[in-house]
């Protein structure tokens, strides 16, 4: 049996006239995230995970931002086809655990809902995905709201 490890982490700036997707679910928030596709962090974060631990190279070596076939490209979709690509390359996903780094609105309400869209995607349990959320108190450009990350790792096991 082979286990890698991977690792990834994302960040969007925010801005008023966007939607804040986080995990594929669609927050209520004034502030949303700015990127090519719907700039979903949580997604993002955990592709560049999976790729890495295949060695896959990143996100944006399969999905460029140049790109125009991927402009407000749904991120689940993204995921879908990083997932083909692991299971390719003979490798499942074991688990997930990946931490969002907001200060409002609270994520925390919807991480059930995440973690049953994810799993699905990857075909694993939803306990297998683990997802926590924090604030900055208020410092640097995720305190202030003009930036939202994700951190991801992730067990393949082929």
């Known amino acids: 049996m082979k286990i890698r490890v991977g690792f ?34 949580l997604l993002h974060a955990i ?3 999976l790729l890495g631990a295949a060695n896959l190279r990143d996100i944006g070596f399969h999905f460029s931002d140049t790109d ?29 655990d990946c931490t ?24 694993i349990d939803a306990d297998s995905v683990s997802i926590k959320a924090t604030t900055h108190e208020q410092v640097d450009s995720f305190g202030e709201m003009r930036a939202i990350k994700a951190y991801a790792t992730c067990l393949l096991v082929g």
């Open 8 to 41: 990834g982490v994302d960040v969007h700036r925010l801005s008023k006239g966007y939607d804040l997707i986080i995990g594929g679910v669609n927050l209520n928030s004034e502030l949303g995230a700015v990127g090519h596709s719907d700039a979903d962090v």
């Open 47 to 49: 592709c560049d995970a």
């Open 100 to 123: 969002v780094i907001l200060e409002k609105p609270k994520v925390n309400p919807h991480i059930p809902k995440m973690q049953e869209l994810i799993a699905q995607i990857l075909k």
């Open 68 to 96: 125009p076939q991927y402009k407000g490209i749904d991120s689940t979709i993204l995921l879908t086809k990083v997932y083909q690509k692991i299971v390719a390359k003979g490798y499942n996903v074991g688990n997930l």
